[in-house]
Nanobody, 125 residues
Framework: VQLQASGGGPVQAGASLRLSCVASERTFGRMVMAWFRQAPGKEREFVAA????????AYADSVKGRFTISRDTAKVTVHLQMNSLKPEDTAVYYC???????????????????WGQGTQVTVSS
């Protein structure tokens, strides 16, 4: 599975951005697609995930209420709507996918087999 992420860019604090990730195929099983981010000098961290079949979602506490992950199952695409952006949201955002995850492993970057190339989000104050 190849993943193509897009939608990043520079914005002011309080602005919104929408990231998109397109998968080249939908694998069998319970495909989960997720967003992670990595800021300079920090480890990659979980942002949000969604199950393509049922639409179940999960969010990091730091983005709850501000970010929304959604899916377009026909296009095997997920979107990350990011509102009320803060400077601390600045990072490279990566999309990831896997079809064998159990719910408890959604937040673990090591659990995902497929990764996109990353898109830079820069939020200035």
């Amino acid at each position: 599975v190849q993943l193509q992420a897009s939608g990043g860019g520079p914005v002011q604090a309080g602005a919104s951005l929408r990231l998109s990730c397109v998968a080249s195929e939908r694998t069998f099983g319970r495909m989960v697609m997720a967003w992670f981010r990595q800021a300079p000098g920090k480890e990659r961290e979980f942002v949000a995930a969604i199950n393509l079949s049922g639409g179940t979602t999960a969010y990091a506490d730091s983005v709850k209420g501000r970010f929304t992950i959604s899916r377009d199952t026909a296009k095997v695409t997920v979107h990350l709507q990011m509102n009320s952006l803060k400077p601390e949201d600045t990072a490279v955002y990566y999309c990831a996918a896997d079809s064998t995850l159990i719910r408890s492993s959604w937040t673990m970057s090591s659990a995902y087999d497929h990764w996109g190339q990353g898109t830079q989000v820069t939020v200035s104050s």
